[in-house]
């Protein structure tokens, strides 16, 4: 059974900072991609970054370019999101997501989420 745990998430100001992790177990971890995504209520789930299986590769969403990184560490089955210069506008549901590597489209797996609340 595939289980995408998310951690991590709190309350913060403006401008500060939080690391998201996010650990998967019950898959080879190595041979998936994995993203993350966010969610408001009442808006559709948005895109913020994904990872190669190998962390070779690397994309973000152009709203957090520049502030978030996203890494991964295959020896843990972990993959992280570490958030700087935090705005009230990435107050959102934070989802990790994994996609066996040789396919493309929809993701296989998702976690529940990490809230992530930022006031001004």
């Known amino acids: 059974q595939v289980q995408l745990v998310e951690s991590g998430g709190g309350s913060v100001q403006a401008g500060g900072s939080l690391r998201l992790s996010c650990v998967a177990s019950?898959?080879?971890?190595?041979?998936?991609?994995m993203a993350w995504f966010r969610q408001v209520p009442g808006q559709e789930r948005e895109f913020v970054t994904v990872i190669s299986w190998t962390g070779g590769y690397t994309s973000y969403a152009d709203s957090v370019k520049g502030r978030f990184t996203i890494s991964r560490d295959n020896a843990k089955n972990t993959v992280y999101l570490q958030m700087h210069s935090l705005q009230p506008e990435d107050t959102a549901v934070y989802l990790c997501?994994?996609?066996?590597?040789?396919?493309?489209?929809?993701?296989?797996?998702w976690g529940q989420g990490t809230q992530v609340t930022v006031s001004s």
């Open positions: 019950g898959l080879t971890f190595s041979g998936y991609t």
């Open positions: 997501a994994a996609r066996e590597r040789y396919r493309a489209g929809q993701y296989d797996y």
